[in-house]
């Protein structure tokens, strides 16, 4: 399958940074503690975010990471490559490029976005509470012609804010460390922003529901699941939940590889759409 320019140069520095020499690895977090990548840039799981903020930044460190996925189902793929910096591990901003191909008809549709993440409270690890943090997405869309076709109200651009509260818990489970996530998002994004804003159906911001849950089966590997709740805005074809079972591998702090099964429900009037998700992150301080 071929990859595009911009996919191959995010690959590329991501391979980079995985062979940067230890030497420069600051103290930081625990291994496997800033998660993945989220398909719209944020730090956390691969389809909801995380309280964490990405990459191994303590509060007197300062992090990049760049990362690039792929999410192939039955007729759609979803190319994303971006970067974050963690600020002393109060701020996330964060910046994701997605491409989305229809298989059939070889049409592409583009869009942006960029994010703020503020850590407001707790520790995952270290404190008794959650690690609770505040952010907000907000998604440029580049190509409109098929949300102005499935009667999105803004076809331009659209802002996502979200609450969420995680929490790893050592030794939980059968002495495995155990996370859990939730989130609230308010949103008016028809499928992630890609086919508009807002629609004949549904015009305001509604509240949606994610969660994610996983077991480190070691210091290296994790395995869990994801669930996010979707907004059905458009009458022209019901837009449903998405769910995710994953395994990421994470061999030391500068990459990570995540594998899933991605069962997206019916996207655009397209039923059933299941498929895979690969992402790669790497982390350069």
């Known amino acids: 399958m071929a ?6 140069t995010v690959i590329s520095i991501i391979i980079l940074c995985s062979l940067t020499s230890l ?6 977090k625990l291994l496997a503690t800033p998660g993945v990548t989220q398909v719209e840039g944020s730090g956390g799981g691969g389809i909801v975010p ?20 792929r999410v192939s189902v039955d007729d759609y793929r979803l190319d994303v490559w971006g970067a974050a910096i963690n600020l002393y591990d109060r701020a996330e901003i964060s910046f994701a490029h997605q491409n989305f191909y ?7 549709i583009r869009q942006d976005i960029a994010g703020l993440k503020f850590r407001i409270a707790g520790d995952l690890v270290y404190s008794t509470w959650p690690q609770l943090s505040v952010g907000f997405q907000h998604k440029m869309l580049e190509d409109d ?16 804010f979200y609450l969420v509260a995680s929490k790893l818990h050592l030794g939980a489970i059968g002495g495995y460390n155990a ?8 949103t008016k994004a028809n499928q992630l922003g890609l086919l508009g804003f807002g629609g004949d159906e549904e015009d305001g911001y509604s509240f949606q529901a994610e969660a994610s849950a996983a077991i480190l089966l070691s210091r290296q590997w994790a395995v869990g699941m994801e669930y996010r709740q979707k907004p059905d805005n458009l009458s022209f074809a019901e837009e449903q939940d998405w769910i995710d079972i994953f395994i990421a591998y994470l061999p030391n702090k500068h ?3 995540t594998l899933a099964h991605a ?8 039923d059933d759409q299941n498929g895979t998700y690969l992402s790669i992150t790497g982390y350069l301080w």
């Open 179 to 186: 996370l859990w996530s939730l989130a609230g998002r308010a």
């Open 255 to 257: 990459i990570n590889v």
């Open 50 to 69: 995380w309280a964490t903020l990405a990459g191994y930044a303590s509060r007197d460190e300062q992090a990049v990471s760049a990362f690039a996925t």
């Open 145 to 160: 012609a098929i949300a102005n076709a499935v009667g999105a109200k803004n076809t331009n651009s659209g802002t996502d």
């Open 23 to 28: 030497a420069q690895a600051g103290e930081g």
């Open 263 to 270: 069962d997206l429900g019916d996207i655009a009037g397209a």
């Open 102 to 108: 229809l298989k059939r008809s070889s049409a592409e």
């Open 3 to 8: 990859i595009n320019r911009q996919y191959r």
